[in-house]
């Protein structure tokens, strides 16, 4: 079947055999899009998440099906005109990643809960980014969505 | 010599028979407890009430504010909290990972209005007369009346979800209630159009 939805700002269309098969394959390797990771395939990680609509998904359990007609953002699409988005920004002053396979995830988690929640506290931090770092960097990106939150406020 | 073989001659025979009155003892309970299921199971409110205290309804209606998972009921990884609208967090929802049909490839559930039952709604650690009270009481149920109940439980798709619960992330079917759809929502029909009464027990 043939799904066509809106990717980082370009419509696209992938071909699958399976509309249930997941988003993150048709995304990696349909649209060759390597940024968004494959951590566990059971939603728990964190590591495939994207934006469906302006919302967190984890793109490991979302139907391919079910993104027609979509707005899709991965984190290829999270800068605009060239410009670091304030999450990715903060990343690179705070210097986040170690290993850095899971921080594409985290980083889209953290760009939808801004848009939510614009000035979070360490609990809504705790609360709703809850995806898995391996080499649990998690310290420093408490220290870079703060710092997000500050870019973003004097953004606006 | 001979006595010793006429002893162990008589010490086998009872043996035997002592085992083979075990085993028949063992028969006949296994007998009646099905007996007993078979009755129990033919009163619409006790067909209604083996499937409202399953796991797939438990796991949503939990005591606290954080959803059960699997067949062992624990509670659900990471912390998952209800929020206030019983949908998860505002920047982490259930809709982040699940969808509104069962996903086999993340062994991940799905449903149409995935979400926890209202705190008030909770059936963990409750009695099934417990329960059954506190479904049908409107202040308890969402203000709904009987005939609103009878087609929540019906027709509702996320109730009926417990009868297509999919494969679980090692691809380990879930397992469904002890009563068969049909049967349930006969059970149902039958049990609120006779009044909806709650035995004592």
Request: aromatic share 6%; hydrophobic share 35%.
């Amino acid at each position: 079947m043939k799904v066509s939805f809106t990717i980082n700002g370009k419509l696209k269309s992938v071909e699958v055999s399976d509309g249930n098969s997941p988003l993150l394959w048709a995304i990696r390797d349909g649209l060759d899009l390597k940024g968004t990771k494959f951590g566990c395939g059971k939603a728990a990680c964190g590591a495939c998440t994207i934006h469906v609509d302006g919302k967190a998904v984890r793109s490991c359990s979302f139907p391919t099906k079910y993104a027609e007609g979509k707005e899709i953002t991965t984190i290829e699409g999270l800068s605009v005109d060239g410009r670091l988005h304030p999450v990715q920004q903060a990343w690179k002053e705070e210097v986040v990643p170690q290993c850095g396979y899971c921080q594409p995830g985290f980083m889209m988690a953290t760009a939808a809960m801004l848009k939510e929640i614009p000035n979070p506290t360490d609990d809504d931090i705790d609360n709703n980014i809850i995806n898995v770092c391996r080499c649990a960097t998690y310290y420093r990106m408490r220290k870079a969505i703060h710092k997000a939150a500050a870019l973003n406020s004097q953004n606006s | 010599m001979r006595i010793k073989i006429i002893y162990l001659s008589i010490s086998f025979f009872i043996i035997a028979l002592t085992l083979g009155f075990a085993n028949m003892d063992d028969n006949s309970n296994k007998k009646t407890k099905e007996k007993q299921a078979e009755l129990i199971l033919d009163a619409p409110f006790d067909k209604v009430m083996a499937v409202l205290t399953h796991k797939r309804c438990i796991n949503c209606h939990p005591a606290g504010d954080t959803p059960l998972q699997g067949e062992d009921s624990h509670l659900h990884n990471f912390d998952i909290v209800r929020g206030e609208n019983d949908h998860g967090l505002s920047a982490y929802t259930c809709n982040t990972c699940h969808q509104s049909e069962n996903n086999d490839y993340s062994g991940v559930p799905g449903a149409p209005h995935w979400a926890l039952a209202p705190r008030e709604m909770v059936w963990e650690g409750k009695s099934r007369i417990e329960i059954a009270q506190q479904m049908m009481d409107p202040k308890r149920n969402g203000g709904r009346t009987h005939e609103e109940i009878m087609e929540h439980l019906t027709e509702h798709e996320l109730v009926l979800w417990a009868w297509d619960p999919g494969v679980d992330a090692e691809g380990e079917a879930r397992e469904k209630p002890p009563v068969a759809k049909d049967e349930f929502i006969k059970a149902v029909k039958e049990w609120i159009s006779d009044g909806a009464i709650i035995p004592s027990e």
